[in-house]
Structure formats: C-alpha cells, structure tokens
C-alpha cells in the first residue's frame, strides 16, 4: 500500500507544532520525514537567557526525544526546493505534501560591519556570545580596559529588552564572584525608534524603559546606528559609542536560503495565501512560522512570533489530514495574538495577555507559564518540569 510521503524542513516551533498535531493514523499511514540542521529544537524564546549565562540545557531538546519514533530524522541542510522534491547537501527527498518552516535570519537593513555581530540567531551562536562575555570580565582583571565591561545592546525590541535586563543580573553576579565592582559594568541599549518595545502601547513601553534604567541599563533612543565594527558603533546624533561585546538584535527575515528560491516573497518571506499555501504554488505545499508571511487584515505581513507559528503549524496539520481523508479545504486561517510578555531581570515582566495588561512579579508568572507550555507540548510533565 503506497503510503503518501511528507516532508517537514525545519524543527523550530512551527515545524514541531505540525509533527506534534498529526494523529496517530497519520503518523502510522504516511512516510514522515523532518531535515533539520541540527539533532536537536531550541527554544528560541530562551536565547537571550543562554546568552546571559541565565539557562542552558532547558533551551534545548533532543529532537529524538520529541518526536514520534515513526518520523525519519535526518540531519541536514536544505539548498534548494523544487516542485516535486527538496535537494540537501547530501540528498534528494520527494515528497507528496511539504511543509517549510526553515526558520530566520537576522536583518543587518544594510548597515556596514553587522554581518559580522554576534545575535541571538541560534542556540550555538548564544553559548558562543555567554563564552565571550564572561571571558571579557575575565580579562579585565589583566587589562583593565573599561571597554571590557562595557556591552551594547543593538535593538530594543523583545530579544534586545530581555537580553539587557537578564544580561545585568547574570554580569553583576559573576562580577561579585570575580571581585569585580559591578558598578563598573556599562550596558546599554541603541534604538533608532523613539520607543521601546514597538509591540506594546505606550504605557507599557514606559514601564518597561523606567524598569531597564532603574536596573542601570542605559537606554538610547532616536539613535540611528550607521555602522559598526568589532569594538564600536557610530550612530546618528551621537558619534561612537566603544565597547568590547556588541550584540545585534535589532530584527529578523526570511530563512536566507528563501531569497534565491522561485516563491513570491516579502524580505526573504515566503508570501502565503489564507490556506497558508505560497502564492502561485502547489495546495501540496506550505510555507509557515518565520519563513512565511502571512498577510493580516492590515495588509502587512504578520509578525513573526512563536505564539503565530505554534497556530500555523497546528492548522496545516489539520489541513493536510483532511486531503489525506478525501475531505474537502478546511476554514481559512485566521490569527489574533493572545498577547506577549516581556521579562525584564529577575522576578519582573510586563506585557498584555488577552487585553489585560500585566506586570511585576504577576507577570513574571505569566511569562514563565508561557514558556514552560511549549515545553509541556514537547514532552508532557517532564518538559513542563524541565530544570526546575
């Protein structure tokens, strides 16, 4: 009996939400195959706590762990995507139905030296940062360079606010261990918006920068940065600002690979229709999570998130499971965010959960029940209790 064959590239939150929404008889009757990268699923949500020094082992997972043992993981790379099959680095895969979740890359808008940044672009690329970081207030201790203990933040959207305020806590604690003076530690945060946070009102935007300088983060706004090197930016209105850790985190895209691919696109997004299928292409493939754009009712493409991709990719499965049953298209998608939740350092976050704001410690909960959800997704009790 011919059993038809899906294809899922990417095991980020809209690629495992697929797998983890499929039914036992789809598993069982069809050929599931995951290429993904690495042998594992981060939980990007968690990068600027790896980066910090704040968690390590609970941002990850071995994707064997995760999924259903009927579904063929293979370690790869994807470079190209064609009609009918995908082409790896080391193979070719066809497929019946193909759902593309390849994930992000980090937005440089341009800006001269940012390809060159460390970002919060991949579990190994925030260990790599958290090494770095703690060897530079290694270091100071023989050099006494001040730009050792100084850190510039670039962007002050959620991974750039999170990341300073964890950031802080962790740097004063290793500081105090080291006999450091944590007074001496500079962090700062470059924004060229007028704000912070552009996803909250006004309100919350305050509360958060209020929070951020009480802590001792240093918070620039209007400040365009016009290009960067290894130990300094230059920005708009305020010349050059040294430090020996730079780190960008002033927005995302499209996978890379995406750009060079036959799909109509929107900055390296795969443009979708209200079935989540590319425009122009096959109903046997999907673009979803921060690979796709999905146009809302504002007509601007959706913001890229793990609460929209956890929905996407829930969706297709049922949309898939219902061709594979002979039923007819299922409802169209439609997204209306539930809300988000900001920490900001030890015991603190902010934010608005279905339209009720939130903050202090109360949101602190909130934000914590909000990650440990994906981790009861992935793995029941044992990923809701993970590290505790």
């Not at 895209?253 to 109509?264: A, Q």
């Not at 979803?288 to 999905?294: E, K, L, R, Y």
Request: aromatic share 10%; proline share 1%.
């Amino acid at each position: 009996m011919y059993k038809n064959k899906i294809l899922v590239l990417g095991a980020g939150y809209a690629g495992l939400s697929f797998l983890k929404n499929l039914t036992a008889k789809s598993i069982n009757n069809c050929e599931i195959t995951l290429i993904n990268t690495n042998s594992y699923h981060y939980h990007s949500a968690l990068l600027h706590k790896v980066a910090s020094g704040e968690c390590d082992s609970r941002a990850i997972y071995n994707l064997k762990d995760v999924i259903d043992e009927k579904i063929n993981l293979v370690v790869d790379s994807v470079v190209d995507i064609k009609k009918d099959k995908v082409v790896t680095k080391n193979g070719e895969y066809k497929f019946d139905y193909l759902v593309i979740a390849l994930g992000y890359s980090i937005e440089d808008f341009g800006i001269q030296g940012v390809k060159k940044l460390p970002s919060l672009s991949s579990y190994e690329e925030a260990l790599e940062i958290k090494k770095d970081i703690y060897q530079k207030l290694d270091n100071y201790k023989f050099t006494n360079d001040k730009k050792d203990l100084s850190f510039i933040i670039c962007g002050a959207g959620l991974s750039g606010v999170e990341l300073a305020g964890s950031l802080l806590n962790e740097l004063k604690k290793y500081a105090k261990k080291i006999n450091v003076d944590e007074n001496e530690l500079n962090i700062c945060i470059v924004e060229a918006l007028p704000y912070i946070l552009p996803i909250y009102d006004e309100k919350l935007r305050d509360m958060a920068k209020r929070k951020l300088e009480r802590m001792g983060v240093k918070v620039y706004l209007n400040s365009k940065i016009l290009s960067v090197s290894n130990d300094s930016i230059v920005v708009e209105n305020l010349g050059e600002i040294k430090a020996n850790t730079i780190i960008w985190t002033a927005g995302t895209r499209g996978n890379d690979l995406i750009k060079n691919l036959d799909f109509k696109q929107i900055r390296t997004r795969i443009e979708v229709d209200e079935f989540l299928n590319p425009i122009g292409f096959e109903k046997n493939v999907y673009a979803i999570g921060d690979s796709s754009a999905f146009i809302l009712k504002n007509s601007k493409p959706h913001i890229q998130s793990a609460q929209i991709s956890l929905k996407m990719g829930k969706y297709v499965a049922k949309s898939i499971q219902a061709k594979l049953n002979g039923e007819k298209d299922i409802e169209k998608f439609s997204f209306k965010s539930l809300g988000s939740v900001c920490s900001i350092g030890d015991d603190y976050a902010l934010g608005e959960v279905l339209g009720f704001k939130v903050s202090g410690y109360f949101g602190h909960i909130m934000k914590i029940l909000i990650e440990r959800k994906w981790d009861f997704i992935l793995d029941n009790l044992r990923g809701f209790f993970k590290n505790i």
